[in-house]
Structures are given as structure tokens and as C-alpha cells.
């Protein structure tokens, strides 16, 4: 195939940029330009376009700056939606608790999903108040209904020394308002879940599951209260049981995404799946089983937006397969980021998003270069050998992605990742394994109790080994600044590095060709 550039080979790419160009334009010019015009601009322009088909340059152009039109008219349009107006009084309303309370100190804190006013549909992070030891607040779970009065106030950041913007990421995530609830300003009722979408109701289902699956962690089997905690935010996305000390521990370590469920845990199910479907006979039926498996999990975990897009990810990964394409290629990956983005254009500003496609990306550009640095070497010959450097590879070629983004947003840089990641990521592994046969055995108590020893023993290992790791000298740098310039800077500095030793290794190779 004869292309006028390396761009050429990742038309989707370019539709991703163009996209990404203009949600950030629309996002900086909302309460500028209004969403109408964003809307006929698209539709004039997409009509000049179709005239164009004599002249294809110009109509790519022009079909370029289509893609940025629509990308500022959704984002308009889904700032709009999210910013709603709230009373300026204490209002009565109903709702349904749609997130495990935690107990913080002397409040009860949960998300509520309102079902009734003009916020119906909407979040809200609430803190009741506790009225005494084991109050009726600490009695709520998911599905609870509730009649409140109380006054929703705008999401405020509360992390000024942080280039974390918190209001932002509520309102990304569907929280319009937070508010604080008095004992006497809460009753529990039965409230009616019809003003809910059938994607709310859907995702209140899942959340349900999920509490009665983490209900089952927590029935013992043998697991101490901090390996249970780690189980259950490594197996089911919940974190409320982890202590500070051990948050601290992974963040200082770079093994923070172990607990966050991720492309990580959904991408080792992917792939023992995908070992169970290897027969080219049946590989389609294969594929719809693990797309299935995989969007069924998504449910059991409740929802959650890191799952679901991961989730998207591998399906999408999945379909390529089955039109004989490469599933793992900018392609797929630029394919997945115009979904996302077309879906909620806001999650541009989402962390997770950032990092997971920034990591994914860094393995695209860098694995290759790095794995095969090491390629003629006399210990190539040692499987081991080969495992662990292929680990390393892909440990800092994911690290040179979201570094970075690290250190802009948590002010923060692991030292020592890519032990962290020889030690966590096999015992990630092992633990996910783990449990997943627990939830197997079930019918089978005695044998479920001995896997419980050996997956309690297996997380004792990998916090005893972080621990170990966090406690060494130099474990972490604390304390970077970064604006969004620098990061930039930081980015182009590690791209014209990787030019420029792409180019060196060109040079060696035509050397050694011509004294041939």
C-alpha cells in the first residue's frame, strides 16, 4: 500500500485530534459561542463538502474541520446538560441511594440518585450526619429510598494545592450538587425509580449485585480485614474499606492502578478467555462469548465509567479481530477515544481516561523499541529472561505515558515502578485467579476455605512487598509542580527523543549495510 505519509496509515487517528481539537475549543469558548452555532456551522459546512467530491484534498480539509465543529457542539451541548441550576433555598425531594455509604468520622457519606424535581436523574455526594453510634445513617445500603430536605450548594474543589480539578470531575461524572443532611432532615421511603432512565435503573441493578457479591468477600474465608479490603478493590471496585496508610503505601510505590479496577483486570480476563478460544473454527462464537463475559462483569462491578471503558476498548479490540485486522494498533485505540468522546465528550478532562490511553498509547510507540534493545543478546535464550524484560518493556514504556500526568495532577513520581510492577502485576494475576475460583467453589465450602488461605497469603505477600518497596530510600518524589505547558514540554521532549534514536538506529543500519 503506497500512502503520502505514516499519518496516512491511521486515518482514525486524525479523526481522533481533530475531534479531541474541538472539544477543547467548544469547552473554551462555551458562554461565547452558542451551541446553535456550533450546530449550523457543522451542518453548512457538511453540505459544502458533499460539493467538493472533485477536489479531495479540499474535502478532507473541510471534513477535518467538520470533526472539530461537531466535536465543540457536543461538548456545548453536554455542559449544557450537566450544568443544571440549583435552588438558592433548602428543598424537599426524593432519592435512592446509588453508592455504598462509608463512615468518615461523624458522617455518613454516599451518593444519592434523585428521582423526583427538575435534578431527577441527576447525582449528588451527601454527608447525613451521624446521630449516635450505629445510627440509622449507617444502616442505609444501596437501593435504600429516602425522603431529604436539605440544600444542594455547588460542587467545590477541595484540593487547592492539586492540579486535580475536583468540581470538574463530579460534574464528568453526572454530580450536579453536593449537601449535608441532618438526622431530622431524612426519612427512608419507598420512592418511585420511573423518572429514571433505563440506563440508571440498569446501572441501580448492577450496584445491587455488587453489594451482595462484596457481602460475600467480607463472609470471612480465612482473609484478614486489610487483604479483604485490597480483594474486594482489586476484584469489585471498592475501596471504602482501604486505610490510608495502605492508599499511601500504593501511591508511593506506582501500584496505585492494582486497585482501581481498569484495563488491567478486564485485560486478564480478556486474555485467559481468549485462551479458551484459540480453535479458528470457532472463533467467532469465541469472540461473542468474551464480549459477553466481559460486559457481564462490567454489570457485576456495578457500572463503573473505568470498566465500562475498558470494556468498550476490548470489544471493540475483539470486532477488529473478526474482520482480520490488527486488534492492537492506533487504529483500534483512536477508534475507542471517538466512541468515548462522542458518548461523553467530558470525559476528555477524566484522569482515568487520560492515563489509560496515554499508557495504552506509550506501549504502542515504545514496547517494540525497548523489548528489542536486548534481542541478540546471549540471555535471550532464557525464557525467564525473556518474561521479565518483556515486563520491564512494558512497564516503562507505560510510565513514559502517564509520568507526566502523574506528577501535574498528584505531584508525584515512583521511583522504584518497575519493581513495583515485577512484584504486583504476577500477584494481581494470581489474586484475580484466586478469586475468581472462590466465587466458583461456592457450593463447595471446604475447598473455597483453602483457596481463601492461599489468596489471603498471596495479598499479605504483595502488601508486605510493597510495604518493603515504600519504605526504601528515595521510594518517591513528592512535591513536583508541573502547569500544563511543561507537561507539554515533557511530551515533546520524550517524542523528539524517540525521533531521534529512531533515526540513530536507521543510520547504524544502513552503516552495517553498506560495509556488507
Known sequence: MITNGRIQLYPLLRVAIMLIAGIILGNALYGVVAQWVWMLSTVALLLVSLLLWRRPIIQS???????????????????????VALPDVPVE????????????????????LL?????AGHKVKASILRDAPYSRAERLSVGDGMRIASELREPENYYPESNF???????????????????????????????????????????????????????????????????????????????????????ITGASHVLALSGLHLGIIYVILSLLFLRRRTYAVGQAVIVVSMWAYVFMVGMQPSVMRAATMFSLCSVVSLLNRDRMSLNTLSFAAIVMLASNPLYLWDIGFQMSFMAVLAI??????????????????????????????????????????????????????????????PLTTFILYCTFTMFVLTPLP????????????????????????????????????????????????????????????RLHRSAAYMRK
Request: hydrophobic letters at 50%; proline letters at 3%; aromatic letters at 12%.
Open 93 to 112: 425531594y426524593e432519592a435512592v441511594v446509588a453508592g455504598r455509604p462509608v463512615v468518615r468520622g461523624k458522617v455518613v457519606r454516599c451518593d444519592l
Open 165 to 251: 480539578d475536583y468540581r470538574r470531575w463530579l460534574l464528568i461524572h453526572d454530580f450536579v450538587a453536593t449537601t449535608f443532611v441532618l438526622p431530622s432532615s431524612w426519612q427512608s421511603r419507598q420512592v418511585s425509580l420511573e423518572r429514571l432512565s433505563r440506563l440508571d435503573r440498569i446501572a441501580l441493578r448492577a450496584m445491587r449485585m455488587r453489594e451482595s457479591l462484596l457481602a460475600h468477600i467480607y463472609a470471612g474465608h480465612d482473609v484478614p480485614d486489610d487483604e479483604q479490603a485490597v480483594v474486594a478493590a482489586m476484584t469489585l471496585g471498592d475501596k471504602s474499606a482501604l486505610t490510608k496508610e495502605l492508599k499511601e503505601t500504593y501511591s
Open 364 to 425: 504502542f510507540v515504545f514496547y517494540n523499541p525497548i523489548y528489542r534493545c536486548l534481542s541478540d543478546r546471549m540471555v535471550w535464550r532464557f525464557r525467564l529472561f525473556r518474561w521479565l524484560w518483556a515486563m520491564t518493556a512494558v512497564s516503562v514504556a507505560a510510565q513514559l505515558g502517564v509520568a507526566p500526568l502523574i506528577a501535574y495532577y498528584f505531584g508525584r513520581f515512583s521511583c522504584y515502578f518497575l519493581l513495583t510492577n515485577i512484584i504486583a502485576v
Open 61 to 83: 480539509t473541510v471534513i477535518m474541520i467538520i470533526i472539530i465543529l461537531a466535536g465543540a457542539w457536543c461538548v456545548t451541548a453536554q455542559i449544557r446538560e450537566v450544568s
Open 115 to 119: 428521582t423526583d424535581g427538575p435534578l
Open 446 to 505: 471446604a475447598v473455597q476455605s483453602l483457596v481463601g488461605g492461599v489468596l489471603g497469603m498471596s495479598v499479605s505477600w504483595l502488601n508486605g512487598g510493597l510495604e518493603f518497596i515504600a519504605s526504601l530510600p528515595g521510594a518517591s518524589v513528592d512535591g513536583i509542580r508541573l502547569d500544563v505547558p511543561r507537561v507539554l514540554l515533557i511530551y515533546v521532549i520524550i517524542a523528539c527523543a524517540y525521533g531521534l534514536g529512531t533515526y540513530a538506529v
